[in-house]
């Protein structure tokens, strides 16, 4: 079955790059139409997304987002890592990364997300 | 921020039926539909249905979505206590190449 975790640092400093970490299994990202996202969560707000790489390597990004995030992905090892530069307590968030159904295009499945709080 | 519009609320009484609408615009649910999904308090967001109203394997039949025009809608029948959760749509928007989620709307059984 498909499983996704993220990992990474629980508290990051204000202006500190933040680098988050998607394990995954049950499906490979060389596939075509596959893909993994990125979408955070503010404590108790809603869901925003971030990022997304494709089995290709094509990325996209939140608009808003885009001038500090890196999405990348390491096939061999079964990750995506996603960078996030110039961080700011508004980011505090649930971050979550999900797999991109190849058929439907939608994220279907969730990792349980990591909470980052950006705190001096 | 949320690029699709849902009402921030709805409350419905024990076995009663819940129709939870989502907004955007022709770029975005007017042109694939939308997808739902479930987050119940400290826990991830759960699929419901994908965009054209296909649900995952294992979903509920009680949950079914349907799409007008720029509105998406997802209708809970026979409403349950574990149906209490915050319900999300999301999208692809083809002219920001972004996915776009909604505010989300809390569902209350009463």
């Known amino acids: 079955q498909i499983t996704l975790k993220e990992s990474g640092p629980t508290l990051v400093k204000p202006t500190q790059t933040l680098t988050l970490t998607c394990a995954f299994s049950g499906f490979s990202l060389t596939t075509s139409g596959v893909g993994v996202g990125w979408i955070r969560q503010p404590p108790t707000k809603a869901l925003e997304w971030l990022a997304l790489?494709?089995?290709?390597?094509?990325?996209r990004y939140s608009p808003s987002l885009k001038s500090r995030l890196t999405i990348t992905k390491d096939t061999s090892k079964s990750q995506v890592v996603l960078t996030m530069t110039n961080m700011d307590p508004v980011d505090t968030s649930i971050y979550y990364c999900?797999?991109?159904?190849?058929?439907?295009?939608?994220?279907?499945?969730w990792g349980q997300g990591t909470l980052v709080t950006v705190s001096s | 921020q949320a690029g699709l519009t849902q009402p921030p609320s709805v409350s419905k009484g024990l076995r009663q039926t819940a129709t939870l609408t989502c907004t955007g615009n022709s770029n975005n649910v007017g042109n694939q539909g939308a997808a739902w999904l479930q987050q119940h308090q400290g826990h991830p967001p759960k699929l419901l249905s994908y965009r054209g109203n296909n649900r995952p394997s294992g979903i509920s039949e009680r949950f079914s979505a349907s799409g007008s025009g720029n509105t998406a809608s997802l209708t809970i029948t026979g409403l349950q206590p574990e149906d209490e959760a915050d319900y999300y749509c999301s999208a692809w928007d083809s002219s920001l190449s972004a996915w776009v989620f909604g505010g989300g709307t809390k569902l209350t059984v009463l």
């Open positions: 999900a797999h991109r159904n190849a058929v439907y295009g939608d994220l279907d499945y």
């Open positions: 790489i494709y089995w290709d390597g094509a990325e």
